[in-house]
C-alpha cells in the first residue's frame, strides 16, 4: 500500500503545486481581499474534489471488474493523456497572467459556494483523475471504490493544506511572479516534467 501511496502524494503535492486555473484564483483572491477569503475558496474548491472522486470511484470499479484487460486500456490510455497535457502545457504561453481587478468581495458562504461549482462543473478535473488515479491502486482486485476514496481524500488533504499555504503567502508570491519574469518560463518547464513523469510512471 504504501508503495503507491507516498508516489500517490508526491505526484499530488507536485501537480497542486504547478500554476493552474484553482491555484492562480486562490491566490488573486487572496491578494485583493486577504489569506481568510483565500482559505474559503480553497476550501470549496477541494470539497467539489468529493463528486470527482466518486464518479471514478464507481465507474471505473465496475470496469475493474468486468475485465482486467479493459483495466488495462484504461491505464494506458491515461498514461497517454497525461502525454497530452504535457504537450499542450509545451505550446502554451509561459507567461502567467492574473490580476484583482474586477474582483468583489463576497460572503464566506458565497465564496465556497462558487469555489464547489467551479470545480464541480470543470469535465476536466474527472478526466484528469480518470487518468491519474488508476495507476495508483494498490490492490485492484480487492474493493477498488475504499481505494480510490481513500486517494481521493488524500488528494483533497494535500491540496488544502497547499491553497491555504499560497492563501496566506499571497502577498510575498505574487510579489516574486511580479518581480521575476522568467518564473513562467519556470513554471511551464516545471509543469511539462512533472506531466511526462506521472505518465511514465503510470505506464510502466
Same mark, same amino acid.
Not at 508526491?10 to 477569503?37: C, E, H, N, W
Not at 468581495?105 to 484528469?128: T, W
Given at each position: 500500500m504504501l508503495d503507491q501511496i507516498i508516489p500517490f502524494l508526491?505526484?499530488? /503535492?507536485?501537480?497542486?503545486?504547478?500554476?493552474?486555473?484553482?491555484?492562480?484564483?486562490? !491566490?488573486?483572491?487572496?491578494?485583493?481581499?486577504?489569506?481568510?477569503?483565500g482559505i474559503v475558496t480553497a476550501l470549496g474548491l477541494v470539497s467539489g474534489i468529493l463528486i470527482h472522486t466518486s464518479l471514478v470511484a464507481f465507474g471505473i470499479s465496475a470496469i475493474i471488474k468486468q475485465s482486467e484487460s479493459i483495466y488495462l486500456i484504461i491505464k494506458i490510455l491515461g498514461g497517454i493523456y497525461l502525454l497530452y497535457l504535457a504537450y499542450q502545457v509545451y505550446k502554451s504561453d509561459p507567461e502567467i497572467a492574473f490580476t484583482s481587478e474586477g474582483i468583489k +468581495?463576497?460572503?464566506?458562504?458565497?465564496?465556497?459556494?462558487?469555489?464547489?461549482?467551479?470545480?464541480?462543473? #470543470?469535465?476536466?478535473?474527472? /478526466?484528469?483523475f480518470l487518468a491519474f488515479f488508476p $495507476?495508483?491502486? *494498490?490492490?485492484?482486485? $480487492? #474493493?477498488?471504490?475504499? +481505494?480510490?476514496?481513500? !486517494? $481521493?481524500?488524500?488528494f483533497m488533504l494535500q491540496?488544502?493544506? /497547499?491553497?491555504?499555504?499560497?492563501?496566506?503567502?499571497?502577498?510575498?508570491?505574487?510579489?516574486?511572479?511580479?518581480?521575476?519574469?522568467?518564473?513562467?518560463?519556470?513554471?511551464? *518547464?516545471?509543469?511539462? /516534467?512533472?506531466?511526462?513523469?506521472?505518465?511514465?510512471?503510470? !505506464?510502466?
Open positions: 508526491t505526484a499530488s /503535492i507536485l501537480l497542486t503545486f504547478s500554476p493552474g486555473p484553482d491555484i492562480i484564483y486562490v !491566490l488573486v483572491r487572496s491578494m485583493a481581499f486577504g489569506y481568510k477569503q +468581495q463576497k460572503s464566506p458562504g458565497r465564496l465556497f459556494r462558487q469555489g464547489f461549482v467551479m470545480n464541480v462543473l #470543470n469535465p476536466k478535473v474527472s /478526466i484528469f $495507476g495508483f491502486l *494498490w490492490d485492484p482486485e $480487492g #474493493n477498488t471504490v475504499a +481505494q480510490f476514496y481513500i !486517494l $481521493g481524500a488524500l491540496a488544502l493544506i /497547499i491553497f491555504s499555504f499560497v492563501a496566506v503567502a499571497a502577498g510575498k508570491i505574487s510579489k516574486y511572479i511580479k518581480s521575476h519574469p522568467k518564473s513562467g518560463f519556470f513554471m511551464k *518547464w516545471m509543469q511539462f /516534467i512533472i506531466f511526462i513523469l506521472i505518465a511514465m510512471l503510470i !505506464l510502466i
